[in-house]
């Protein structure tokens, strides 16, 4: 669950990087919270791409 949030939300930050830069602070809080879900994931020992 946490990781297809994750990755739902990696690829809403590329395509607002290809995009444009309409909402780029708003994109770039998406990459810091993709990559916080990712690190949880990670610590707690389970299998991040799962």
């Known amino acids: 669950m946490i990781t297809t949030i994750a990755i739902i939300l990696l690829i809403l930050w590329i395509l607002g990087l290809l995009g444009g830069f309409v909402l780029g602070g708003?994109?770039?809080?998406?990459?810091?919270?993709?990559?916080i879900l990712f690190?949880?994931?990670?610590?707690?020992?389970e299998n991040p791409l799962k």
């Open 39 to 45: 690190l949880v994931r990670v610590i707690r020992g």
């Open 26 to 35: 708003f994109i770039h809080i998406l990459l810091v919270i993709a990559i």
